[in-house]
């Protein structure tokens, strides 16, 4: 169950656990095929939100994505085949573009997916417990179960702090009675938290209702023991909601009263009624009331910059900020900074739009702002993912393996000296020849990991098999696969955003994956930003030319994979992919 753990405590976006289950997407792609129909697939002006088609032109993406996430689900797979076949005939159908054909299809996935879901976690630790119980041996099949698992259970509404307390609590391992333990209290029903937010109110206040035990004021909260992070001061509104954790009991209770006295204030405007923190007090029992901070932190990814590289840096934002008309790049650094110390996920995920769109709209040869945003972040972010990987993965192997398993590590992927820390680096180049290399190059690399960091050899392992399991001849074409999976996942999650966005700015609620787009929205943006500002410091250029040079520097070196180019399939240049194409 390490990946359990690793799935909510990573920093690194490829690795965490994502809200989108294979039951989730197809909910969504039945969803939209719903709106398909109601506005004759087209968006357009409608007194009614649900009418307006919102994002139904993208049904065939979201199916195509449906149907790939239901084809991979070991889950189905293993317990449910047949239906999961007619699962994916439905998709399918749901492309076709004429109405009779996607009524039909909508029918069929409406009357599967209900019991599908009803049973698929209950499925889900059942696997897990053969597994445990038969074939311990099959690890990558277990990791795959457990993601399918944890995915689920988000979308179900636990938060990734209450999974880790979850997991913690029933000390869970890969024993089969911890797995049984840990499969019944996740698939136990939401229970009543009791919160406890703190307002700013009047010292004459305004009459709250008393006839509803789940909405009172209180001066203060009970005496009892308190953990986590410490409240703020009363009056409290004390009330009571349904949620599977604490945390997500204080993010429900902190939301719902954050609206409540958002209508007071339209009628009471003078009487600085408002909530006041961000740590709401949960009653989670045994006496004890822990705050949980709603506000999440967005994830930062270090950077190296030098003395004279940020003193640049400054020098140019400064000059671009006198600027009459705004630069498209400095406008989007300010986008996302404001959107880093916004509270509310929808706020944060309309500024962080507004930034990718004033850095990629407007580009040549492009329909439209989404189009545009699809193309131009899929590809400049695709670009380095295989240097993400292999970076994270070499940081992993860093932290996992100390004294005589890091030198027999370090002999045989090398270091060197960290200018930022002075401590000794494994090699990310050497790591990744090793990942290229034939399958006793790639043990004798793993040999340190496996009694320490069995998830971790897992996890080298698969990325070895993703880039052609040692063969040198499929290399260049394993290689050019993986990065457009990944380019194709990222245009995926770019519409999604961009629907969440309009949904928010049109429908007035945003979906309940909102805090996962909008870390994936800083994640794409950080990364468009890092690039334009790297090479606007040698040759100014505006970021949608700059972005659709990089469309067509992917799409060259992707050609040069697949035609198995040996410059372009050499370790340095899949870390560093322009190197091949400056040769």
């Known amino acids: 169950m390490q990946r359990w753990q690793e799935l909510l405590q990573t920093p690194f976006p490829p690795r965490r656990a994502r809200t989108l289950s294979s039951c989730a997407a197809v909910e969504e792609a039945t969803a939209l095929a719903e709106a398909w129909l109601r506005s004759g ?25 449906a149907e790939r996430a239901v084809q991979r689900d070991a889950v189905l797979a293993a317990r449910c085949a047949q239906r999961r076949d007619v699962l994916l005939d439905g998709l399918r159908r749901l492309r076709a573009d004429k109405p ?43 990791i795959e179960l457990v993601e399918a698992c944890v995915a689920e259970l988000r979308s179900q509404g636990w938060s990734d702090s209450g999974l880790l307390e979850l997991h913690d609590l029933i000390g869970a391992r890969d024993e089969p009675d911890g797995i049984v333990r840990l499969g019944a209290a996740a698939m136990a029903t939401a229970q009543a938290f009791t919160c406890y937010v703190a307002l700013t109110l009047p010292a004459d206040r305004p009459p709250f209702p008393n006839d509803d035990e789940t909405l009172r004021i209180v001066d203060t909260a009970p005496a009892t023991r308190l ?29 719902r009263i954050l609206s409540t006295i958002g209508a007071l204030t339209v009628f009471l405007s003078e009487s600085r009624i408002d909530v006041s923190s961000e740590v709401v007090g949960v009653d989670v029992g045994d006496g004890v009331i822990r705050g949980c901070e709603v506000q999440e932190r967005l994830a930062e990814e270090s950077r190296f910059a030098n003395v004279d590289d940020i003193r640049r840096i400054v020098a140019s934002s400064w000059t671009s900020s006198a600027s009459s ?11 996302r900074h404001r959107a880093l110390y916004k509270a509310d996920a929808e706020i944060r995920l309309l500024l962080l739009w507004s930034a990718i769109e004033r850095l990629t709209s407007g580009a040549r040869g492009f329909r439209g702002a989404l189009s545009a945003a699809k193309e131009l972040v899929s590809h400049a972010v695709t670009f380095g993912k295989l240097r993400r990987d292999v970076g994270d993965l070499a940081a992993a192997m860093e932290h996992a393996v100390v004294d005589a398993a890091r030198t027999q590590l370090l002999s045989v992927v090398g270091g060197y000296c960290d200018p930022r820390t002075g401590g000794e680096r494994i090699n990310r180049q050497r790591v990744l020849a090793c990942l290229l290399g034939d399958e006793p190059t790639l043990k004798t690399m793993l040999a340190p990991l496996y009694e320490s960091a069995p998830l971790l050899a897992c996890r080298a ?21 993986y990065h457009e999976r990944s380019r194709q996942r990222v245009a995926w999650q770019v519409g999604r955003i961009y629907r969440a966005r309009n949904r928010v700015a049109h429908v ?76």
């Open 41 to 65: 697939g087209q968006s357009k002006p409608s007194i009614e939100p649900d009418e307006g088609g919102h994002g139904v032109q993208m049904l065939p993406d979201v199916a195509a994505e």
């Open 100 to 142: 009779d054909e996607i009524r039909s299809a909508l029918g069929q996935l409406n009357a599967l997916l209900p019991p599908l879901r009803r049973d698929y976690l209950r499925h889900c630790f059942d696997e897990l417990h053969l597994i445990a119980t038969k074939s311990p041996t099959e690890q990558g099949r277990a």
């Open 227 to 255: 953990g986590g992070r410490p409240l703020k001061r009363g009056p409290y509104a004390r009330v009571v909601v349904a949620a599977h954790d604490a945390m997500g009991a204080a993010a429900i209770a902190h939301r």
């Open 325 to 335: 008309a705004s630069d498209p790049l400095y406008d989007a650094i300010r986008l």
């Open 461 to 481: 392992h698969g990325l070895w098999t993703d880039l052609g399991c040692g063969d040198e001849a499929n290399r260049g074409r394993a290689a050019a696969e």
């Open 508 to 583: 007035g609620s945003g979906p309940e994956r909102t805090k996962d787009l909008v870390a994936h929205a800083h994640f794409y943006l950080t990364q468009l930003i890092a690039i334009c500002v790297h090479y606007n410091e040698s040759r100014p250029i505006r970021p949608q030319e700059l972005l659709s040079e990089r469309v067509g520097q992917y799409e060259a070196y992707i050609g040069l994979l697949r035609k198995g180019d040996g410059r372009a399939i050499s370790p340095a240049s899949l870390m560093r992919p322009t190197q091949a194409l400056d040769a």
